[in-house]
C-alpha cells in the first residue's frame, strides 16, 4: 500500500493550519469507536476498511493516516486507558507505597468505559483484535516501568524494575480480561472491576511462592 503524505507538511501545503495532537487523538477515538461497533455487529473478517471509514464520513485514504491496519483501529481505545492508568500513577503521592495505593484506589478500577470491556470481550473470539490487546500491553511497559523506577530509584531498564512493571502489567491485563468475561456470562464472582484487581494483585505479591 502506498505510504501517505505527512499529515502537517499536507495541511500546511493546503495553506490549513497544523492539525493539533488533541484533535488527532479525538478522530483516532472516534474511529476506534466505529470500529469497535462494526466489529461486534458483524466481525472483524466481515468489516471492511470502507465502511468503517463510511460511519465517520471520511475517505479510506484519511483513515490509512490514522490507523496501520484494519483491526489496529481500535488500538487507540487501548491507548487511552493504560494512559489514564500511568497518569494516576504519577499523581498518587510519594510517601505511600504504589501497590498499597493500588489495594486501595476504587476509582480507577471502576472508571474503566464499557467500550474497554466490549474490546476485551472480542478478543476470546477474534485473534487479531487479541494480537492488538497483547500488543498494547506490551508496549505499556516501559511506562509502567518509568513509574516504579521514580519511585525507587532504580532505572527504567534495572532487570527489578522490568519484572516487577511486568507482574503489574499482566495482574492488570489479567484482572480486566477476567471481569470482562465473567460479567458477560452472568457470573457474579468477582462482583467488580476493583474486587478482580485487588484480587489478582494480592496474587502477583505472593510471587512464586507455592
Known sequence: MTAEPDEA???????????????????????ATVALDLFKSQGVAATSVEQIADGLG??????????????????PLLQHGIAVVVQKFHEWPRDMPLLEQLLHEEDLAEATPESTLDLVRLTRTEPAIRSVWLQSHLDSESAFAGVIAERTGLPPDALETKVQAGMLNVALRIALEHYAWTIDQGVEEPGSMTDATQTALRTAIKGLAM
Open 9 to 31: 507538511q499536507a495541511d500546511r501545503g493546503r495553506g490549513r493550519p497544523p492539525m493539533t495532537e488533541r484533535r488527532k487523538e479525538i478522530i483516532r477515538l472516534q474511529i
Open 58 to 75: 471520511i475517505s479510506t485514504r484519511t483513515l490509512w493516516r490514522y490507523s496501520p491496519s484494519k483491526e489496529g483501529c481500535v488500538l
